[in-house]
């Protein structure tokens, strides 16, 4: 996931317009004082020693969500993938750093410079835009060039790693020979339909299997667990809303959203001095009160003439704009409201609000009643948090503390270590806790677990059972089965195995082929894939003969005659594309590599 995400965007600036995921080395203020004296209670992630906070993961979080490329029922899912993301990118920057890999405070600016998303209409850098963007994206200057130079180190490493990788003239050529490669060939399948006779099977063959194959038929250790869930996303479905609050929240919500604006401008300091101009523009505000139009007052008082004459209109505009004062103004007034003087630059301005781009009310009133309903819970779930931690550590139970915090005791099934599915039990820490030696062992209720900002767990044995050997009639019919799909491959194999010699003897056989033409390795067939791979794993037919072969499919058996290999016509743009593709896997290949190494050798802990 995190890769097609970081795909979405080639440069730096467009990654931070659109709040694309990268790895995170941003400033946290206050809080990242905890590390100097002591373990930081955020820190979510240690690799070889160096913290990932909660703070970045959840940075990166919302990032991610913003661009608008990750559906919110996968947040959980991203956030486990930005954990492994971010691990990966530390172990790569401290590889890089250990290897002396350096990046000038020059090699920075020039960067930063050059991306587009920081230029003016003229292609030109622009430190407020630098600024304004930065600031809309959670990052400073500071943080922004200290996450850029990391970020180039890592690309240096990775390139120069995909680099020292070549491919030589005869490997390209080959290669190209193969891919323009077509094959003709036809094919009969194969399946328990035509089976020669019935299946019989013994209970020693039955027993023999159950034996050989006994790892398959275990049953791993596993717990019943109780549980009690603080959930804020519940909590807040039980809040009643008022309209007057969705509207308020609607209005805070796209209090900065791009808006079209007017303005009459009253400069002064050649002309006009600074009170002569105050009076010009006490002089329009009268005129607007008086009921005169904006456009019309525009046109009278406004200096900037070429605004003047579209009623005094500005465009549509986004903060950062036209500065500190003038958003203060604009995105201050609703639509249609008209602002009092405003002084900028050696100039008065009177702004008025035309139009603002904000997703309409009924359209939010979902998303708003969430928001609202989660912000006046947020007391209470703190609240109900605290007494879960305080209760469950003293408790020598879970039904007790369900109780106390008028929650529901859960209760699951049978899990193991391993188990999948799409319970809160099954989240990241929470099996990992169960079968704690604290909780296992020793019967305690588990720490309190951080799911995510809005739900905390504690976990509690019910019971538990040790890895065992199921009796081989409890598992009969899986083994009947696998017993049954094994002998019936082999009667199958053995059959296509009888066809291909009576073929390769020169007779003839009784069923109707399949024909696949001029196929090349790529292209798109109805015949199965594997059946396709096989025919080009086969040996070159002579001119005019046809060479046959089985292959197995996973429920049946295929007999191959291929008939015709020809080197195909040339197509430079393919070619040139599967060149380039097989560069790109064989310098994946190699940092994931190096990737699979560090994780082996470093010391993470969760």
Sequence with gaps: MLQSIRNGSRSWGAKIIIGVMVAAMALFGVESLFGLFGDDPNQEISVNGEPIMRQQIELEVQRAMRSGQVPPEQERQLRNDIRDELVTQTLLTQ???????????????????????????????????FRNRLSGAGYTPLSFREELEVDVKRQQLQQGLAFSDFTLDNERQRLAELQRQQRSFRYVMLDEDDLEGGIEISDDELQTYYEANADRFERPEQVRLEYVLVDRREMANNVDVDEEALREAWLERTEDADRRVSHIMITFG????????????????????????????????????????????????SPGFFGEAFDEAAFSLDEGETSSVV?????????????????????????????????EVNDAFNDKVQQLIDESFAADDLQSVAEDLSLTLEESDWLSRNDQGSSVLFEPGVMEQAFSDDVLEEGYNSEVIELDEDRRLVVRVADHREQTQLPLNDVRDEVEAA????????????????????????????????????????????????????????????????????????????????????????????????????????????????????????????
Excluded at 345 to 374: C, G, K, W, Y
């Design 95 to 129: 590889y890089a750093e250990e290897g002396g890999l350096y990046v000038s405070e020059d090699q920075v600016d020039q960067l930063i410079v050059g991306i587009p998303e920081f230029q003016d209409e003229d292609g030109r850098f622009s430190p407020d835009i």
């Design 270 to 317: 050649d002309e006009r001095n600074r009170d002569e101009a105050q009076q010009r523009a006490d002089e329009a505000l009268q005129a607007l009160e008086d009921g005169e139009s904006f456009a019309d007052t525009a046109l009278r008082y406004s200096d900037d003439t070429a605004s003047a004459e579209e009623g005094g209109d500005l465009g549509t505009i």
């Design 343 to 375: 002084e900028m630059d050696n100039a008065l301005h009177i702004i008025q609000v035309t139009d603002i781009e904000r997703p309409a009310f009924e359209d939010q009133r979902d998303s708003l009643r969430e928001d609202v309903a989660m912000n």
């Design 483 to 606: 017993v049954r799909a094994k002998r019936q491959q082999e009667r199958l194999q053995s059959q296509a195995e009888d066809m291909v010699a009576r073929l390769q003897a020169g007779e003839s056989i009784d069923r109707q082929w399949l024909e696949a033409n001029n196929v090349r390795r790529q292209d798109e067939v109805t015949a199965s894939q594997l059946i396709v791979q096989a025919a080009f794993r086969m040996p070159h037919p002579d001119d005019g003969e046809s060479t046959y072969q089985t292959a197995v499919l996973p429920t049946g058996v295929a007999v191959l005659a291929l008939d015709e290999v020809t080197a195909g016509d040339v197509d430079e743009e393919r070619e040139r594309f599967v060149a380039q593709m097989a560069q790109q896997l064989r310098a994946q290949a190699i940092i994931q590599g190096l990737v699979e190494d560090l994780r082996s050798d470093a010391e993470i802990e969760r």
